[in-house]
């Protein structure tokens, strides 16, 4: 009796290891907190993360997580619209493109008491890092334009918060202006997958977006670059999306993962609201293939309840925008995001003023290979 016991409880723990310590995202999130970061992923290798069981997916995502973050720490970040309106873009999903009629009135650059105010506001609201949005295609001819946004990011900066901006496309003049002002973060999204993007935007390209990323990258500030779910892709140009982020000279700071809030008058105006699911499935791949990144919870929050942000958390993310607005599109209530970090036992991320360039990213990932190879 004894002999038949045990000879069906082998075959079964056989079972529970062949088929629950061996997927893409056990594998690969170990060899993450043994070996580090790496830039050489495989877009296969990525698929197969993405494909993962999602409980799986989940628990070692959260793993990663816990090995190079503080998980409880989630950081604040405001971002407000210092340019609204009046794009001259395509992009599908904006309300701000001056070619859809959203109802949106556009509305020239906010002057310097404006946005002091605001971002005085967001500190005391418990944000450390303030992000200015202006909507244009690019910064080329908008040199008074330009040189008050150099001064709000010195002031900003004097105020001890992070500064980030999201101006469209830069040049490399400027993006030096930007760190020489104190910026602290770039973002330029790249949206979706090289493949899916001429079918979201046709006025600017997506090597235009990457070159935009090297000046960036090569000014020493960091990256914020990441994308939007819900466009109506397939799951192939999610991959797709992660994979160029990943494979990226150094991973972004940070990688913003939106769902899409669909606005009436634009083409996307029809889109089905993106599921908790796939949400987590984005948060926990980019949180396994970039440990190190600051993986933000960002627009489309607002759809989630608070279990459904608790399981973002768990999956990596650890970085929200709080405030009424972003950009345009409505964000979570202020008080309603203090009752889920109380709740929840999140604690506010201090502000981080050290910037990684390409060439200290570079000095860290030799280091780690000399180290791995013994």
């Given at each position: 009796?004894?002999?038949?016991?045990?000879?069906?409880?082998?075959?079964?723990?056989?079972?529970?290891?062949?088929?629950?310590?061996?997927?893409?995202?056990?594998?690969?999130?170990?060899?993450?907190?043994?070996?580090?970061?790496?830039?050489?992923?495989?877009?296969?290798?990525?698929?197969?993360?993405?494909?993962?069981?999602?409980?799986?997916?989940?628990?070692?995502?959260?793993?990663?997580?816990?090995?190079?973050?503080?998980?409880?720490?989630?950081?604040?970040?405001?971002?407000?619209?210092?340019?609204?309106?009046?794009?001259?873009?395509?992009?599908?999903?904006?309300?701000?493109?001056?070619?859809?009629?959203?109802?949106?009135?556009?509305?020239?650059?906010?002057?310097?008491?404006?946005?002091?105010?605001?971002?005085?506001?967001?500190?005391?609201?418990?944000?450390?890092?303030?992000?200015?949005?202006?909507?244009?295609?690019?910064?080329?001819?908008?040199?008074?334009?330009?040189?008050?946004?150099?001064?709000?990011?010195?002031?900003?900066?004097?105020?001890?918060?992070?500064?980030?901006?999201?101006?469209?496309?830069?040049?490399?003049?400027?993006?030096?202006?930007?760190?020489?002002?104190?910026?602290?973060?770039?973002?330029?999204?790249?949206?979706?997958?090289?493949?899916?993007?001429?079918?979201?935007?046709?006025?600017?390209?997506?090597?235009?977006?990457?070159?935009?990323?090297?000046?960036?990258?090569?000014a020493g500030i960091n990256v914020c670059s990441g994308g939007i779910i819900g466009l109506g892709e397939a799951e192939e140009d999610r991959v797709g999306l992660l994979h160029?982020?990943?494979?990226?000279?150094?991973?972004?700071?940070?990688?913003?993962?939106?769902?899409?809030?669909?606005?009436?008058?634009?083409?996307?105006?029809?889109?089905?609201?993106?599921?908790?699911?796939?949400?987590?499935?984005?948060?926990?791949?980019?949180?396994?293939?970039?440990?190190?990144?600051?993986?933000?919870?960002?627009?489309?929050?607002?759809?989630?309840?608070?279990?459904?942000?608790?399981?973002?958390?768990?999956?990596?993310?650890?970085?929200?925008?709080?405030?009424?607005?972003?950009?345009?599109?409505?964000?979570?209530?202020?008080?309603?995001?203090?009752?889920?970090?109380?709740?929840?036992?999140?604690?506010?991320?201090?502000?981080?003023?050290?910037?990684?360039?390409?060439?200290?990213?570079?000095?860290?990932?030799?280091?780690?290979?000399?180290?791995?190879?013994?």
């Amino acid at each position: 009796m004894m002999w038949i016991t045990r000879s069906i409880r082998r075959p079964f723990a056989h079972f529970q290891a062949a088929n629950f310590s061996s997927s893409a995202a056990a594998v690969e999130a170990e060899r993450c907190i043994r070996d580090g970061s790496r830039n050489d992923w495989k877009r296969e290798e990525i698929k197969s993360i993405f494909h993962s069981p999602v409980l799986d997916l989940l628990f070692h995502a959260a793993q990663v997580h816990r090995h190079a973050h503080n998980f409880r720490e989630v950081q604040q970040c405001t971002l407000l619209s210092i340019k609204t309106g009046g794009c001259s873009e395509d992009c599908s999903y904006c309300p701000q493109s001056s070619r859809y009629n959203t109802g949106l009135k556009p509305h020239k650059l906010m002057n310097k008491d404006a946005v002091l105010e605001a971002a005085e506001k967001a500190k005391e609201a418990g944000s450390t890092r303030f992000c200015m949005g202006a909507a244009w295609r690019d910064t080329v001819g908008r040199k008074t334009n330009f040189n008050q946004i150099l001064e709000y990011v010195k002031e900003i900066r004097g105020m001890g918060m992070e500064v980030c901006c999201t101006l469209g496309m830069l040049e490399k003049q400027q993006a030096l202006a930007l760190k020489d002002a104190g910026l602290t973060a770039y973002n330029h999204n790249l949206d979706t997958s090289r493949e899916y993007y001429p079918n979201i935007i046709t006025t600017r390209s997506y090597d235009e977006r990457l070159q935009t990323l090297e000046y960036v990258r090569d000014a020493g500030i960091n990256v914020c670059s990441g994308g939007i779910i819900g466009l109506g892709e397939a799951e192939e140009d999610r991959v797709g999306l992660l994979h160029t982020l990943a494979t990226l000279p150094a991973h972004p700071e940070s990688v913003p993962i939106n769902a899409l809030i669909a606005v009436q008058g634009t083409p996307l105006e029809d889109q089905k609201p993106v599921e908790i699911w796939e949400m987590i499935r984005m948060i926990a791949t980019a949180r396994i293939v970039m440990p190190k990144a600051m993986v933000r919870l960002s627009a489309g929050r607002v759809r989630f309840s608070m279990p459904e942000q608790a399981l973002c958390f768990l999956a990596g993310a650890n970085s929200i925008f709080t405030g009424e607005k972003l950009l345009t599109t409505p964000n979570n209530d202020y008080d309603a995001d203090q009752t889920m970090f109380k709740l929840l036992g999140l604690i506010p991320k201090a502000p981080d003023f050290s910037q990684n360039s390409a060439k200290e990213f570079e000095t860290e990932r030799v280091e780690a290979a000399a180290s791995s190879s013994g």
